[in-house]
């Protein structure tokens, strides 16, 4: 093995060695503790530890870090203390992740570490919006993400890889190529020489070095890291090198030829370097001996604390809070911190025949419960849905200078639906974000951001879009604060519904899929008033928030909105109509066709209840409106079986029993794919067959 002093001192020279012995010295002892049974399993990095601790050690202590399973030399580079990371991997509460968390799949903020989900390349772009960060704060800094040679095969990679170069992002990618992605060898996993060579499609730089020469590790990532604040351009570097245990310890080592071992074992980074280092005089074997003497004495010292852990506590309602952050995350006061209330019951929406605007009511009682700033000259100003998306959004950016939105087309196209226009004049480029078509990278980006203090938007073209982002979204906003204390600052704006003749990918109601995710925050405004509420309530949210905009609704529905910038409390239903007969719970365009059928059935007394946020429920509100009429029916436009109507019945049923005189129904769209002719389409959606259940119900 070439080792290449350069400049460095010996005391680098040594510090290097000691980072590197540390972690194979500590995972030596875990299969010794694997084997008694008293550790968990965990992913071996032993004969990859090189590119860890170079890697770590050529970065700044305060710039991010995405590792992956085999990167302990990372952890123990940034100097997280053994013991607790012996609790993390015994699942301790005093560990990392409170229990929460398997080895290494937990991060730390304050050793700038983003753990992990189980997927193989969701990191990668979380480090281009940390990236993206650091460009916009002015900052001389880099992030650097890990991917294994088989989660080179996901789109993850190409996604992530594509948007740092695109946006010229100061990020180092470092693939370890180690030859198996588990069981499968690399002649089964790609088909380029290197893995380097994607590089070239991307417009980025890359180089292939030798991963277990600690030396070459720290020099490239060294040079690689002035490269990337120098140019503000992301970097790939392979590093070829090898796993000498199993995928896992289960896994054995049956499907490696024998004779890999043999030539690795050969290239053993540490072996080699102590060599080096005696060679050149830098340490001697006794000093070696000395030393490694002493890590394990301290093993077994930081053992002691790390086995004396209490024994579990389970608080139910812990567990259920930590799903969430709080306010006081967010670097910006929330609008009641500042004095400007939520502007609570809404001025009453009223539509003429074609249902396309609104006349004002109410502006007085309005007014009175508002707090307006003073010397404001129009209160309330008749608007279109789409334009109380725009306002909330547009007063958001004045309101929050870290607010970043990112989109398809949103820039100077103003975003497929125009919601935008006008933005990036009066923001500029940096803050309202054209970005390449990878939903998945750009959610990961605003994870990202995140992580550094940063608000984002980003705007789903069309909510049918989001299962091309749906990892990030279930795996890693919603469950980031719950696995180790990261909030993920986030709000998707999701454009969705049908009735526009779109057909099955442009008009589906996929609210539940997200409604079943803890971590996660789902509203869904059906007024302009609510429109903007909502979404500068889900903007001040420290949480990811899914904002659904039905588009259906956009131009056809207008209603008095305050010019003020006001939240409407994300959780709180709202009462559109009190009435004796039936309730309707609705939500989104529902409360329209309820509206419109009580209009039209005025000998029908109709209690109208609007959801307005489906995850949290207003259970409150809901068990009110089931005690005014004792008989429910729950009406939406998403597709009957899984949908939220059979959530609230079930509820309704468990908790309201008693005031119940009929059973609960459901009205909801055909268990089938949105069609796009538009009379299958109208038969398709709940409305059709809204008057057969309240029919049925009434008469029950
Ligand atoms: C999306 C996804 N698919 C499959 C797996 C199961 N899995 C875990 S690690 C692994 C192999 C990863 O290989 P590689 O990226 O080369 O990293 P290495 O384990 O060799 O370090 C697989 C298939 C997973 N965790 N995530």
């Known amino acids: 093995m070439n080792f290449q002093r350069n400049s460095l001192s010996g005391e680098t020279l040594l510090s290097l060695y000691h980072n590197l012995l540390w972690p194979r010295l500590i995972e030596q002892k875990m299969l010794f503790l694997l084997r008694q049974g008293r550790i968990s399993k965990w992913f071996s990095g032993i ?8 890697a770590t050690m050529a970065l700044q202590k305060d710039e991010w870090i995405m590792p992956l399973h085999r990167n302990l030399g990372v952890f123990t580079t940034r100097n997280m203390p053994l013991h607790k990371l012996f609790k993390q991997w015994q699942g301790a509460q005093d560990g990392y992740s409170k229990g929460r968390e398997r080895s290494f799949h937990f991060g730390s903020k304050e050793h700038h570490i983003c753990g992990m989900i189980s997927h193989l390349g969701p990191q990668l772009a979380i480090a281009d919006g940390v990236a993206l960060a650091y460009k916009l704060k002015e900052q001389a800094k880099v992030s650097l993400a890990f991917t294994g040679d088989g989660g080179t095969s996901e789109g993850d990679f190409h996604e992530a890889l594509n948007t740092a170069a695109v946006w010229d992002l100061p990020v180092i990618f470092i693939i370890e190529n180690n030859g198996y992605g588990l069981s499968t060898p690399a002649n089964e996993q790609y088909r380029c020489e290197n893995l380097a060579d994607r590089a070239k499609g991307y417009g980025m730089e890359s180089v292939v070095i030798d991963g277990n020469n600690i030396l070459t590790v720290y020099d490239t990532i060294k040079g690689v890291r002035d490269y990337c604040i120098r140019e503000q351009k992301p970097y790939l570097v392979e590093c070829t090198t090898f796993r000498m245990r199993g995928h896992e310890e289960a896994s054995g080592t049956k499907y490696v030829p024998k004779e890999l071992f043999d030539i690795w074992q050969l290239k053993d980074p540490i072996k080699n370097y102590e060599a080096w ?37 389970v608080k139910v309602e812990d567990e259920l809070r930590d799903m969430y952050a709080t306010l006081d995350l967010t670097p910006n006061p929330s609008p009641k911190e500042r004095g400007i209330a939520d502007a609570g019951q809404q001025p009453l929406l009223t539509r003429d025949a074609n249902n396309i605007s609104a006349a004002p009511q109410r502006e007085a009682s309005a007014a009175g419960s508002l707090s307006f700033g003073e010397g404001r000259g129009e209160v309330l100003r008749k608007t279109r849905m789409i334009d109380a998306i725009k306002e909330g959004l547009y007063q958001s950016m004045q309101h929050h200078p870290d607010l970043i939105l990112m989109g398809q087309d949103i820039a100077e196209y103003g975003g497929a639906f125009k919601i935008t226009e006008g933005f990036v004049q009066e923001f500029g480029k940096s803050r309202v974000r054209n970005t390449p078509l990878c939903e998945s990278a750009i959610v990961g980006a605003a994870l990202g951001l995140s992580l550094e203090g940063f608000k984002s938007m980003m705007e789903m073209q069309f909510a049918d879009f989001a299962t091309v982002g749906f990892n990030q979204i279930i795996n890693n906003l919603a469950k980031i604060h719950y696995r180790w204390g990261q909030n993920a600052d986030v709000v998707i704006r999701m454009p969705t519904g049908g009735g526009v003749g779109a057909g099955p990918f442009h008009s589906q109601s996929n609210e539940a899929w997200f409604v079943h995710t803890p971590g996660l925050k789902v509203v869904y405004p059906s007024t302009p008033y609510d429109a903007k509420g909502l979404l500068v309530a889900a903007i001040n949210d420290p949480n990811p928030v899914l904002y659904f905009e039905h588009k259906a609704l956009y131009r056809s529905v207008s209603g008095e909105v305050p010019e003020i910038y006001y939240e409407v409390e994300i959780g709180k239903a709202r009462i559109v109509q009190t009435g004796d007969d039936i309730s309707i719970i609705t939500y989104g365009a529902g409360v329209h066709w309820a509206e419109d059928y009580a209009m039209e059935h005025t000998h029908i007394s109709i209690d109208i209840l609007d959801l307005r946020t489906l995850l949290p429920l207003d259970y409150a509100a809901i068990e009110a409106s089931v005690k005014r009429t004792g008989k429910v029916l729950l009406l939406h436009e998403d597709t009957l079986i899984g949908g939220i109507g059979g959530e609230i019945a079930a509820w309704i049923v468990e908790n309201c029993f008693s005031y119940l005189d009929a059973p609960v129904m459901r009205c909801a769209s055909l268990d089938t794919a949105v069609p796009f002719n538009v009379e299958l389409e109208a038969a398709f959606l709940a409305k059709s067959r809204l008057d057969e259940y309240v029919q049925k119900l009434i008469s029950y």
Request: aromatic letters at 2%.
């Open 277 to 313: 280092l005696m060679k050149e005089g830098i340490i001697t074997q006794l000093q070696i001996s000395d030393l490694q003497l002493q890590m394990k004495e301290k093993i077994e010292e930081e053992l002691k604390t790390g086995f004396d852990s209490r024994p579990i506590v």
């Open 47 to 54: 004969g990859q530890e090189a590119i860890s601790v170079g």
